[in-house]
């Protein structure tokens, strides 16, 4: 009986990973088909991919670049899971953040860095927090599902950002408020004052900047948040069964916005530190493709705030190689999105992945589950 | 049982996991290969970064790679020596850039107005690579990056004079990617400038796209819902100018009451016969910049040690009539070969900038 006992305690840490594992192993496969169907050389392109990835200090930093806003839009999404409530938002919540951060950023002249920075950061928090919270106060008071509401609201942020940088034109309409009035015909603001970008771990041409400590301090206080404390507990409850949670005494409504809100915070600190860290401005075109690619960053890591570290670092290996894999072997770095287009698809639908690997129905307590009651949990 | 099967899965999922792992491998040895080529020939190496998209893409990226193939061809380079990679991001630009520095490449082209910055960053910290900007003005002189440019308003004149030879009715119409690009602009100025000068009482409708530089050149329905307007409003020739914006105006022109009769359209930047062949039954010509010459040309120089700093202007033109060759009177043809002269040679001027 002990030797049982052990060996459910090892399937308690593997069985998650079961599923992603063998999610990602299919769609690299899948990819590996897709470039032999095309007659390119799988094995050139995956070699050149880790190399890419992992190569050398400059692929390792690529790769952590890649995998710092991954980690933030992944958790902001896996939070929302765990209320069953699905934030498509996390793209519109990132550029408020970006934006925000921007704002505070290229302004007040003379603070020192540790206001400056901070005051900043926070900023970008502020905006993803507003923008998350919209969906959620509209569905506790109209219905409104949240998955529309963010979808909407991610070309309006989109359309926003767009606005604040417009460089005017020649038939003197009004340019943006943050526009940089330097850049000509450029939509896009001034340089972020020194006090205020993150500073290098390691500088040009590593580029690796201190905003990772957040993306892993953001991922440890997600974890203590969801399994630490009351309000995690009161989340969790509320996600798995809303009406008994309201029948408990959960305040069910103030937990939806507050969830919505925080999940929108952590999507717009990725912004914050993507503008603050890394492109030292925002344009229209440092949009929220990484806010979409954190719903895969979520189901993938089975949103827990671990799997999503994961999982992130997966995705920001992916994307830090895809250019040398080109380079080396001529492969489109399209593949990459197919490949990951294609861990959406097996991660969403884990029945494939059973039915392909001939694994037994998981109990309902996994975090499949959470997918689905977001469509049925009113 | 279950713990056993358990153990099968996790014993196939590592052993694939060291399979992947093994991969790499195999990378140090093709690596030391192409190491020894670069020994053995001591070669010459172009690479070519895109803007966000495809090298295919029937513009910019395509009609830079192809000068850079021909180049090739032309310099007697090897396949492996030239490459280029395709931006996925925007915030990519810079890495994309260095993996070419670090591979040692001689002449590096970066494609788009986008790159800009990254290109001049590395440029000033890689004086003996030389860089090509296509479509990036320069404001300061770095002698190691050329920005290869276009005088827009030249292509759109030659244009301007077509489309007002063309017209019967006396009306013309541009639908136009964004006034926040200059040359977007300048095209239409040009085109404008052009049609007046054969009929001083030409009605030009020139609609810009009200959206920002990320929505107005990728939006076909706007530019096929212009399109369409105008030739309610009597237009017969009109000249799409924006992209894909431009392309869906060319497309529903092309399906028009009397297309190719009556009914004109021109087409921007390639000659997009080739690269919209839904735009045919209308398309009499196009106004192009000529960037797969001047990207030639700017790489032989830096073959021979001639590299020009700073701005470097390609040729303007219009493409081929096509199939609409027989339809375009002798005398027009006249006038257009005039007006490229006078143009090149400064004695037309478009009025654009001044």
């Known amino acids: 009986m002990a030797t049982a006992t052990s060996t459910t305690g090892i399937r308690r840490i593997l069985r998650p990973l079961l599923i992603p594992s063998l999610a990602l192993l299919s769609a690299l496969l899948a990819g590996a088909v897709v470039m032999v169907l095309s007659g390119d050389d799988p094995m050139a392109a995956y070699s050149g991919l880790f190399q890419g990835a992992f190569g050398d200090g400059k692929g390792w930093a690529r790769t952590i670049r890649k995998t710092i806003p991954f980690v933030l839009t992944g958790l902001s999404v896996a939070l929302a899971f765990k209320v069953s409530l699905f934030n498509i938002g996390a793209s519109g919540q990132f550029v408020m953040g970006s934006v925000f951060a921007v704002a505070v950023g290229i302004n007040f002249e003379g603070l020192p860095v540790f206001i400056h920075l901070p005051l900043a950061l926070i900023a970008g928090i502020v905006g993803g927090m507003l923008w998350g919270a919209i969906p959620g106060i509209l569905k506790v008071y109209t219905g ?235 | 049982m279950k713990a056993s099967r358990m153990m099968k899965l996790l014993f196939l999922l590592t052993s694939l996991t060291l399979l992947l792992a093994a991969c790499p491998a195999a990378v140090p040895a093709a690596d030391s290969g192409s190491g020894a080529d670069d020994e053995m020939t001591a070669d010459f190496k172009v690479g070519l970064v895109t803007d966000v998209g495809r090298v295919n893409d029937r513009s910019f990226n395509q009609s830079a790679w192809e000068g850079v193939v021909e180049s090739a061809e032309a310099l007697g380079l090897a396949e492996d020596d030239i490459k280029y990679i395709e931006t996925q991001d925007a915030k990519d630009y810079t890495d994309n850039i260095q993996q070419f520095i670090d591979a040692d490449y001689n002449v590096i082209v970066s494609v788009g107005f986008a790159l800009g910055d990254a290109t001049t960053t590395a440029a000033k910290e890689n004086p003996d690579v030389f860089f090509i900007g296509v479509d990036q003005f320069q404001g300061e002189n770095i002698p190691n990056l050329a920005g290869l440019i276009f005088n827009e308003d030249h292509s759109g004149y030659l244009a301007g004079v077509l489309a007002g030879s063309l017209s019967q009715t006396g009306t013309i119409a541009a639908v136009l990617g964004t006034d926040l690009v200059p040359p977007v602009v300048a095209f239409n100025e040009g085109y404008v400038a052009g049609a007046q000068s054969v009929n001083a009482d030409i009605n030009v409708i020139s609609t810009y796209h009200p959206g920002e530089i990320s929505q107005a050149f990728v939006d076909p329905e706007w530019g096929a819902a212009t399109a369409k307007q105008a030739l309610d409003q009597g237009a017969d020739v009109i000249f799409g100018a924006g992209g894909i914006t431009g392309n869906g105006a060319l497309q529903e022109i092309a399906t028009a009451d009397g297309a190719g009769e009556t009914v004109f359209c021109i087409g921007v930047d390639t000659d997009q016969w080739n690269t919209v062949p839904a735009a045919q039954p209308c398309l009499v010509s196009s106004a192009m910049k000529l960037i797969t010459p001047g990207v030639v040309e700017l790489v032989t120089m830096a073959s021979d040690g001639e590299f020009p700093g700073g701005n470097y202007f390609g040729k303007a033109d219009l493409a081929p009539f096509h199939d609409f060759d027989d339809m375009i009177p002798q005398e027009l043809k006249d006038l257009l070969a005039e007006t490229k002269a006078g143009l090149i040679d400064g004695s037309i001027d478009t009025g654009y900038g001044n």
């Open chain 1, 144 to 378: 409104a599902h949240e998955v529309i509401v963010t979808i909407m609201l991610n070309y309006v942020a989109s359309l926003f950002g767009g606005w604040t940088v417009y460089a005017g034109g020649t038939q003197g309409q009004t340019p943006g408020p943050l526009w940089d009035r330097t850049a000509g015909a450029i939509s896009e603001t001034p340089d972020v004052l020194h006090s205020a970008q993150i500073p290098w771990l390691f500088g040009p041409p590593y580029r690796v900047h201190a905003g990772v400590f957040l993306a892993l301090a953001a991922a440890i206080l997600v974890w203590w948040l969801i399994y630490k404390t009351p309000l995690g507990f009161e989340m969790r409850t509320v996600g798995h069964n809303m009406r008994a949670a309201r029948y408990a005494g959960i305040r069910v409504n103030y937990t939806i916005i507050l969830t919505m809100a925080l999940a929108g915070g952590l999507a717009g600190l990725a912004g914050g530190i993507e503008t603050l860290g890394l492109n030292h401005k925002f344009a229209p075109e440092f949009g929220g493709a990484v806010g979409f690619d954190g719903i895969t960053v979520a189901l993938l890591g089975q949103t827990h705030p671990i799997g999503v570290l994961l999982a992130a670092f997966m995705f920001g290996a992916l994307d830090g190689g895809a250019a040398t894999m080109q380079f080396q072997s001529g492969v489109p770095a399209d593949i990459i999105q197919i490949i990951q287009a294609l861990v959406l698809a097996f991660v969403a639908a884990p029945l494939i992945i059973r039915m392909i690997f001939r694994l037994r129905q998981q109990t309902a307590d996994d975090a499949g589950s959470a997918v689905s009651t977001s469509w049925g949990g009113t």
